[in-house]
Each structure stands twice: as structure tokens, then as C-alpha cells.
């Protein structure tokens, strides 16, 4: 069965960093592109990060343009997300999915296209995600 499993969250004070894991059973990742999306209590679901898997274009959310990192190692069959400064709105739940191609779907130059719901139409293999706490 392919999916997707993320790792690393928790509880960490403003101004702290974590890495999010993002790893792939039952297909490699070589070829497709993988996105990070969060989803807080009572917001829509917003994606935070892409990375396509022909040229390793990047794509971010303004909000974390600067702290966060995205980067993949195939060999591992892994994808990151390093986050620094973090910040309490980081706050929420991150998952990662692929829209199953190697380019970022729904990423626009400079920031994404798609939003909310329309996100689970385009990307697959959503993991159960992992809880990101961001407080004081």
C-alpha cells in the first residue's frame, strides 16, 4: 500500500525550530513532487511548501518565506521541512501528499493557486499528519 508518513512535530516555544519528516513506503519518491500543507483549528487547509522532483524548484507560503526549508533526499525516500522561528500562527497539524507528477500543481510563482479542500483533489497518499505546537 503506498503513503505518506510524517514525523517530528511537537511542542516547541516561539522562536524554536523543528524537522519534519516525510517519508514514502510502497513507492519512491523520485519522480514525483511532494507538498507540506497545515491545517489549524477552524481554518481551511493551506499549503506551505512544494518541491518538484525534475529541477528541485521550490515553492513557500509568504508567511514562512525565510524560516522554513523544504529538501528531499530520494535515497532516503524522504522529504523535509525544516522550520525555524517558529511563530504561535505556525501552530496545526502538517501533512504532506504528492499530486502524483513532478511539478508542484496548484504553486504559482509566487505563491500558491489552490486552496482549502481543492488541495485533497490534486494531491494524494495524505498521511495522518503530525501536531505542531507552537506556545509559550
Known amino acids: 500500500q503506498s503513503q505518506l508518513v510524517e514525523s517530528g512535530g511537537g511542542l516547541v516555544q516561539p522562536g524554536g525550530s523543528l524537522r519534519l519528516s516525510c517519508a514514502a513506503s510502497?513507492?519512491?519518491?523520485?519522480?514525483?513532487?511532494i507538498g507540506w500543507f497545515r491545517q489549524a483549528p477552524g481554518k481551511e487547509r493551506e499549503g506551505v511548501s512544494c518541491?518538484?522532483?525534475?529541477?528541485?524548484?521550490?515553492h513557500y507560503l509568504d508567511s514562512v518565506k525565510g524560516r522554513f526549508t523544504i529538501s528531499r533526499d530520494n535515497a532516503k525516500n524522504t522529504v523535509y521541512l525544516e522550520m525555524n522561528s517558529l511563530k504561535p500562527e505556525d501552530t496545526g497539524v502538517y501533512y504532506c501528499?504528492?499530486?502524483?507528477?513532478?511539478?508542484?500543481?496548484?504553486?504559482?510563482?509566487?505563491?500558491?493557486?489552490?486552496?482549502?479542500?481543492?488541495?485533497?483533489?490534486?494531491?494524494?497518499?495524505w498521511g495522518q499528519g503530525t501536531q505542531v505546537t507552537v506556545s509559550s
Open positions: 510502497g513507492f519512491t519518491l523520485d519522480n514525483y513532487a
Open positions: 518541491i518538484s522532483s525534475s529541477d528541485g524548484t521550490t
Open positions: 501528499a504528492t499530486p502524483q507528477v513532478s511539478g508542484c500543481v496548484g504553486w504559482g510563482v509566487q505563491r500558491p493557486i489552490l486552496y482549502g479542500s481543492r488541495w485533497a483533489v490534486v494531491y494524494d497518499y
